[in-house]
């Protein structure tokens, strides 16, 4: 299975000013596995006081009237070669299998979205496992 590229278009909202543009973004890479990309200002993470930019990282999950938000990194699987550096920009990458992740065992469609700080990422719709 050939594993789908992230496009920089499906971007929830970029926030661009002087040093560049902050955004964030998701794919399904693999039938319940998200992968995401972020990019973010050096001084945004300064001002949040983290060590690991993935630390700011917020995913929420919707299905009906459940909800559940996690800090990503609980099941997030980042490495030290997942964050770029290149002037004042910060760029990173995640994957998440999603039943680790979250506790919430859909009946119906699940709508995810991530976010870093007051950045948004676009929201993209799972199904749930089929019944064993």
Do not use: W
Not at 1 to 23: A, D, N
Not at 58 to 79: K, M, V
Not at 85 to 107: A, C, K, P, R, W
Not at 112 to 123: I, K
């Amino acid at each position: 299975m050939k594993t789908p590229r992230i496009s920089f278009k499906k971007h929830g909202y970029v926030k661009t000013g002087l040093g560049g543009s902050e955004f964030v973004t998701i794919v399904e890479s693999a039938p319940g596995i998200l992968s995401g990309l972020f990019s973010v200002k050096k001084s945004r993470i300064q001002e949040y006081k983290i060590e690991r930019p993935h630390k700011a990282l917020i995913i929420s999950l919707t299905s009906g009237f459940h909800c559940e938000t996690r800090n990503l990194t609980g099941g997030a699987l980042t490495f030290p070669d997942d964050i770029y550096i290149s002037g004042e920009s910060v760029m990173g990458y995640f994957t998440i299998q999603m039943d680790t992740l979250l506790n919430m065992h859909f009946e119906r469609s699940a709508f995810v979205t991530v976010s870093y700080g007051d950045l948004l990422s676009n929201t993209l719709r799972f199904e749930p496992a089929p019944a064993k």
